[in-house]
T-cell receptor, first 112, second 114 residues
Framework: SQQGEEDPQALSIQEGENATMNCSYKTSINNLQWYRQNSGRGLVHLILIRSNEREKHSGRLRVTLDTSKKSSSLLITASRAADTASYFC????????????FGAGTQVVVTP | DAGVIQSPRHEVTEMGQEVTLRCKPISGHDYLFWYRQTMMRGLELLIYFNNNVPIDDSGMPEDRFSAKMPNASFSTLKIQPSEPRDSAVYFCASNMALSNQPQHFGDGTRLSIL
């Protein structure tokens, strides 16, 4: 069963704009991870944020985590056509011994 | 540094045939995962290994599916006999430790059962 639920399911923006997607989950977690998947390829890890962290940055990516609301957001700033991909959140639940539960993903299209 | 390598990239076979998917994890990674991705069910964990030992196979759909890891650099996922509903993309992933570590994915095997 899927733990995380991403919102929106799909997002279409123009180059240079920011893209924000959200992930909600149901149980207590050790960490939450974001992955990107380009068409026909495997998932690529973007950021891992631990349960005691509130915000993390990596290049043009910014991730926030609100454990009280059981939600996370991924912000991509100054988007590029190469950012076109599906983005997944994955939760490492407290009692799952490191097994990840993936959401259904947000499909992002960035047009030049 | 080579990533996770899966073969074949595509497999088309007829119902009832045996299918074997292969995976070479990243050297030094102690954990290996097999996932299945479909439009309907998303990404599902099938089984994972630690130091070549299967730890949790609760995601394996039925007895037709089996997985082995004979050594640290090779794993197989076998489906016998295959059915059309097994059509999906199968991913292998590996990481260094189970918790608080990212998983590294291969590019998957796209399996079509006719």
């Amino acid at each position: 069963s899927q733990q995380g639920e991403e919102d929106p399911q799909a997002l279409s923006i123009q180059e240079g704009e920011n893209a924000t997607m959200n992930c909600s989950y149901k149980t207590s977690i050790n960490n939450l991870q974001w992955y990107r998947q380009n068409s026909g390829r495997g998932l690529v890890h973007l950021i891992l944020i631990r349960s005691n962290e509130r915000e993390k940055h990596s290049g043009r990516l910014r991730v926030t985590l609100d454990t009280s609301k059981k939600s996370s957001s991924l912000l991509i700033t100054a988007s590029r056509a190469a950012d076109t991909a599906s983005y997944f959140c994955a939760t490492d639940e407290e009692d799952s011994w490191g097994k990840l539960q993936f959401g259904a993903g947000t499909q992002v299209v960035v047009t030049p | 540094d080579a990533g996770v390598i899966q073969s074949p990239r595509h497999e088309v076979t007829e119902m009832g045939q045996e299918v074997t998917l292969r995976c070479k994890p990243i050297s030094g990674h102690d954990y290996l995962f097999w996932y299945r991705q479909t439009m309907m069910r998303g990404l599902e964990l099938l089984i994972y290994f630690n130091n070549n030992v299967p730890i949790d196979d609760s995601g394996m759909p039925e007895d037709r599916f089996s997985a082995k890891m004979p050594n640290a650099s090779f794993s197989t996922l076998k489906i016998q006999p295959s059915e059309p509903r097994d059509s999906a993309v199968y991913f292998c992933a590996s990481n260094m430790a189970l918790s608080n570590q990212p998983q590294h994915f291969g590019d998957g095997t796209r399996l079509s059962i006719l």
